[in-house]
């Protein structure tokens, strides 16, 4: 694993823990983060998170990263000793809500074409 994957996987696990311990908004209380993306020169971050029970809009899922974000941005500094702590954005993870339509679709159509499909398949 290089540099920057294990920086990467770093910024990952402390926004989490802020999440769960240290950011009180409620608007957040029900995100994951799913990927961080550092850039080479360390200056920026983008985070991707999942929302996880529909509790809050996405708007206002963003509003509270917004409103958040610098917090998460000192406390990112204060935990990494980075010689830069990078400009964080977020943005939604859709490959999850993808996964799950590629997964409907495909259900849907092993109900309608359950002949083409039998549990010896050879892969």
């Known amino acids: 694993m290089g540099r920057i994957d294990r920086i990467n996987e770093q910024v990952k696990r402390e926004i989490s823990l802020m999440l769960q311990r240290d950011i009180q ?4 209380e029900f995100v994951s983060i799913t990927l961080a993306d550092v850039s080479l ?3 920026n971050a983008r985070i991707y998170y999942s929302v996880l029970l529909n ?3 996405l ?4 509003n509270g ?3 958040a974000r610098g917090l ?4 990112l500094g ?4 980075m010689r830069f702590t990078p400009e964080l954005m977020f943005s939604l993870d859709e490959s999850i809500s993808h996964s799950a339509k ?3 679709l495909l259900q849907e159509i092993h109900h309608e074409h359950p002949e083409n499909y039998s549990g010896d398949q050879e892969q």
């Open 102 to 104: 590629i997964e409907d």
């Open 78 to 81: 204060q935990r990494m000793k």
């Open 65 to 67: 990263f917004h409103s």
């Open 59 to 62: 708007e206002e899922v963003q």
């Open 41 to 43: 020169d360390l200056r």
């Open 25 to 28: 908004d409620p608007r957040l």
């Open 55 to 57: 509790s809050h809009s």
């Open 72 to 75: 998460i941005r000192r406390l």
